[in-house]
């Protein structure tokens, strides 16, 4: 039986990775963290029978610990001490936004295998977490469906000669919005933005998706998995999300990763690697769906990709400065602070104000986060 700490777990990824686990035998929840749904959290401990858990925020965990008798970590360092005190086999690691890169550098080292929904970790970390799995031996297992897509896809490969892979392409839904012009955004509200056709998930993802930056900092994160160039990086609308990533190879063929969108899937595979699990979903009925459809990506109606792109290609801290900067303008957006087309503008003024560092350390990144948060409230401040 495998230890596992799920980071994030009051959150969708959370929520659904112990629902795989209590449909198994093969693990035990050893430790949970959530940000500050203190009695969600407890409730999950007590069904799991966990007794270590770290929450976010002080006032939070205070409330916890006046109402259960486990232990309850909190403060900068608790997830650090939740982590290495579990003696876990496996941590998953679903925190949102660039919080999460802390936990994924004491996983890794502590040489821990990670399954990574924290995508923030590779965009803001970069080679940096790539390399510190590589040093510690710790495996890194993407969690997101499309990059779960393409590790499946990429693996199948395995021994063939360098080069048979000549592409990857990342599917978008397209996100509520999908169709409409530029001019057409400018008015839509926040519940719009929030009503996601496909994928159930946080407001976060939500708006990210919204704006297809989520697809940008995919872009991103796939670069820094599988070491492939950007200029070999494809996004294609594709509104059923039946396709989840595919791969282009040397002699003209591609190989396709199909399923009905469900969390559940690239969670397990995760979880249960290198066993593929049994997930509780039906098969792919082809005559049911009818046909598939793909599309151009707008553009003009949604730039946040190509600043996501731009900022990978540019390398360094620029991801970093562009994450930061689009978790400011995206919790203002939620907070009825700028409309959802200055959410692009806030990133494009940020990325052009913060001096971008080309060698850079853990702690590079963090005074660059932290700049790019300055200027991303100076940016707001002027649309206001």
Not at 153 to 159: C, D, F, Q, V, Y
Not at 222 to 250: K, N
Not at 330 to 350: G, K, N, P, W, Y
Request: glycine content about 8%.
């Amino acid at each position: 039986m495998r230890r596992l700490v799920i980071l994030g777990s009051t959150g969708s990824i959370g929520v659904q990775a112990l629902e795989v686990v209590a449909a198994g035998d093969e693990h035990e929840v050893v430790a949970l963290s959530a940000d500050h749904r203190w009695e969600e959290l407890i409730a999950q401990a007590k069904a799991h029978n966990v007794r270590r858990v770290a929450i976010a925020d002080e006032s939070s965990a205070e409330q916890a610990r006046a109402a259960w008798d486990g232990a309850v970590l909190s403060g900068p360092e608790a997830l650090a001490q939740l982590i290495s005190g579990a003696e876990a086999d496996l941590v998953c690691n679903a925190i949102v936004g660039s919080a999460g890169l802390a936990a994924t550098v004491v996983a890794l080292s502590e040489g821990i295998d990670l399954a990574l929904a924290n995508k923030e970790s590779l965009v803001v970390g970069g080679e940096l977490v790539i390399e510190l799995a590589a040093a510690t031996g710790a495996r890194l297992l993407p969690v997101d469906s499309e990059h779960s897509a393409l590790y499946q896809l990429i693996a199948s490969e395995k021994g063939q000669a360098p080069g048979t892979i000549e592409r990857l392409t990342l599917t978008a839904s397209g996100g509520p919005f999908r169709g409409r012009s530029r001019d057409q955004l400018a008015s839509v509200t926040v519940e719009e933005a929030l009503n996601h056709p496909t994928w159930e998930m946080g407001g976060k993802i939500s708006i990210d998706s919204a704006t297809l930056m989520n697809k940008g900092l995919e872009v991103i994160e796939a670069h820094q998995l599988f070491g492939t160039e950007y200029s070999a990086i494809d996004v294609v609308v594709h509104p059923q999300s039946i396709i989840h990533s595919m791969i282009s190879l040397s002699d003209g063929s591609s190989l396709a990763h199909m399923g009905y969108p469900d969390m559940r899937v690239p969670i397990a595979y995760a979880l249960h690697w290198p066993e593929r699990a049994t997930v509780d979903l039906k098969p792919l009925d082809l005559e049911q769906l009818g046909s598939l459809t793909f599309e151009a990506v707008d553009n003009d109606a949604f730039p946040c990709l190509g600043l996501a792109l731009a900022a990978g290609r540019e390398g360094g801290t620029a991801p970093c400065v562009l994450n930061a900067a689009n978790e400011v303008a995206v919790a203002a957006f939620l907070d009825h602070r700028c409309s959802f087309l200055q959410i692009a503008s806030v990133i494009e003024a940020t990325l052009d104000a913060v001096d971008i560092e080309q060698s850079y350390s853990f702690e590079t990144l963090i005074e660059s986060d932290r700049a790019a948060r300055e200027a991303a409230t100076e940016q707001l401040l002027a649309f206001s």
